[in-house]
């Protein structure tokens, strides 16, 4: 069964840093392009991070600079580290598996859909 | 960035049809990128509703189907449910920047009368 896990969320001043951990289980992480994609409170989803099964990763421009993607393969595990945070950063932040899909012509679905999502953990920067 | 709009709101009676709608732009939708739609119950994480623009995942009532034309792309909920009542947000992807730019629209309540 597919399970991700986040951890690491938390309260921390503007400036501050925190590192987010996703704990994947019942798939390899790296075989996957995995994302983080956060909520403020009350607001809608906004996609944060992927960073693809071959190891390359993109950023939203919103965060760009700041935040870092990355995984760790022995461990099955993905991370955001998050710098220099902003109020406007304060949301639930969901590691979310993307899957390869296909329509009924073989062509890959694009975006790639995703396919689980972890509970989510809160972040919350605030002086 | 281009932007997915979807209306706030919608609702329905139990047992009628509601639409929500997804629009986007000859960048995104317009330029042949599929769209997902994601269902949020109250207080948890989304749940893939439909992906490339018309299919059900398993487990996912035929109830809820989805199309796309043009720049467009709408979810369908027929036989209305109590337990439909949820967040419901379309997803796409914008070429008009560089890099990876997944989009999400912004969201649509519905409420189930």
């Known amino acids: 069964e597919v399970q991700l896990v986040e951890s690491g969320g938390g309260l921390v001043q503007p400036g501050g840093s925190l590192r987010l951990s996703c704990a994947a289980s019942?798939?390899?992480?790296?075989?996957?392009?995995m994302s983080w994609v956060r909520q403020a409170p009350g607001k809608g989803l906004e996609w944060v991070s992927v960073?693809?099964?071959?190891?390359?990763?993109d950023y939203a421009d919103s965060v760009k600079g700041r935040f870092t993607i990355s995984r760790d393969s022995s461990r099955n595990m993905l991370y955001l580290q998050m710098n220099s945070l902003r109020v406007e950063d304060t949301a639930v932040y969901y590691c979310a598996r993307l899957h390869d899909y296909y329509d009924s012509s073989g062509q890959p679905i694009r975006p790639s859909p995703i396919d689980y999502w972890g509970q989510g953990t809160l972040v919350t920067v605030s002086s | 960035q281009s932007v997915l709009t979807q209306p706030p709101s919608v609702s329905g009676a139990p047992g009628q049809r509601v639409t929500i709608s997804c629009t986007g732009s000859s960048s995104d939708i317009g330029a042949g990128y599929d769209v997902q739609w994601y269902q949020q119950l109250p207080g948890t994480a989304p749940k893939l509703l439909i992906f490339?623009?018309?299919y059900r995942p398993s487990g996912v009532p035929d109830r809820f189907s989805g199309s796309k034309s043009g720049t467009s792309a709408s979810l369908a909920i027929t036989g209305l449910q109590a337990e439909d009542e949820a967040d419901y947000y379309c997803?796409?992807?914008?070429?008009?920047?560089?890099?990876?730019?997944?989009?999400f629209g912004g969201g649509t309540k519905l409420t189930v009368l």
């Open positions: 960073i693809h099964s071959g190891g390359s990763p």
């Open positions: 490339g623009n018309t």
């Open positions: 019942g798939f390899i992480v790296s075989t996957n392009d």
């Open positions: 997803q796409s992807y914008d070429n008009s920047l560089s890099g990876w730019n997944v989009l």
